[in-house]
């Protein structure tokens, strides 16, 4: 049973930064690509990040120059630094398999990021 436990997440000002973290348990972490999504309120779940198992990452246009997505096989933890934070990057964030946004295990409970001023 895979265990998703993402944290991080809080009330920040436009133009700043938080960096999440995601503990995976239940799987061999360092075997599967991972990813960061996110759902604002009225919208579909999306996927922003991805790192394969060889760490090469990839963006959504949206947050591209802005977030980064790491991995630390060691502690089976993967991270999402987010700078210049906008009022749109509001959203629940989760963490999840990073292959396919079709192909994904049961989710955690997320964690609320609010920019706000």
């Known amino acids: 049973q895979v265990q998703l436990v993402e944290s991080g997440g809080g009330l920040v000002q436009p133009g700043g930064s938080l960096r999440l973290s995601c503990a995976v348990s239940?799987?061999?972490?360092?075997?599967?690509?991972m990813g960061w999504y996110r759902q604002a309120p009225g919208k579909q779940r999306e996927l922003v990040a991805t790192?394969?198992?060889?760490?090469?990452?990839n963006y959504a246009d949206s947050v591209k120059g802005r977030f980064t997505i790491s991995r630390d096989n060691a502690k089976n933890t993967v991270y999402l630094q987010m700078n210049n934070l906008k009022p749109e990057d509001t959203a629940v964030y989760y963490c999840?398999?990073?292959?396919?946004?079709?192909?994904?295990?049961?989710w955690g409970q997320g964690t609320q990021v609010t920019v706000s001023s």
């Open positions: 999840n398999r990073g292959r396919s946004p079709t192909i994904v295990w049961n």
């Open positions: 790192v394969t198992i060889t760490g090469t990452t």
């Open positions: 239940g799987i061999i972490f360092s075997n599967y690509y």
